[in-house]
Antibody
């Protein structure tokens, strides 16, 4: 069974870069059937898709965040990562990583990690 | 990209059926049979309930079903149970190879 686990700082200062890593276990991040996404959820609000990456490195991003989001993959470590630059309080949220089957639906989810943007 | 439109809340009594709608455009919901639905219990990660409009993953109750007509997809839960009380989100693949979520619907079992 594939499992995902987010890791990274829980507190980030305004204007800095938020960095999170998702470690995939129980399966290969290079599986041809899967791509890998980041999704976030502010407290009491809905889900927002941030972007998706394939093991090849091809990426797709939410156009509303495009210029601030970077997703990368490290196949040797079975990990993929999120960087979100120039953060503000509005970026405070629970961040989830997820496995996307055939690019169509989120099959596996991490437990989520809360990131707070505050000075 | 704009979020898909879902009702903020729906409610039903145990044993009844409810339907949650998810409206998009021809660039997402209407253009592809790649709509999925997720159940989110309080404090938990979302869980896949329906994929590709109407398919259930292994382990999901057959009380959950999905359909689509034009730019609107629907999730129906029959034989409502107290354990179904949760937030539900739809998602769709889009014409730009991105994905988009609905705003979410809170289901209350009366």
């Amino acid at each position: 069974q594939v499992q995902l686990q987010e890791s990274g700082p829980g507190l980030v200062k305004p204007s800095q870069t938020l960095s999170l890593t998702c470690t995939v276990s129980g399966g290969s991040i290079s599986s041809g059937s899967y791509s890998w996404s980041w999704i976030r959820q502010p407290a009491g609000k809905g889900l927002e898709w941030l972007g998706r990456i394939y093991a090849s490195g091809n990426t797709y991003y939410n156009p509303s965040l495009n210029s601030r989001v970077t997703i990368s993959v490290d196949t040797s470590k079975n990990q993929f990562s999120l960087k979100l630059s120039s953060v503000t309080a509005a970026d405070t949220a629970v961040y989830y990583c997820a496995g996307v089957l055939y690019g169509r639906y989120f099959d596996y989810w991490g437990q989520g990690t809360l990131v707070t943007v505050s000075s | 990209q704009s979020a898909l439109t879902q009702p903020a809340s729906v409610s039903g009594s145990p044993g009844q059926s409810i339907t949650i709608s998810c409206t998009g455009t021809s660039s997402d919901v209407g253009g592809y049979n790649y709509v999925s639905w997720y159940q989110q219990l309080p404090g938990k990660a979302p869980q896949l309930m329906i994929y590709d409009v109407s398919n259930r993953p292994s382990g999901v109750s057959n009380r959950f079903s999905g359909s689509k007509s034009g730019n609107t997809a629907s999730l129906t839960i029959s034989g409502l149970q107290a354990e179904d009380e949760a937030d539900y989100y739809c998602s769709s693949y889009t014409s730009t190879s991105t994905q988009v979520f609905g705003g979410g619907t809170k289901l209350t079992v009366l």
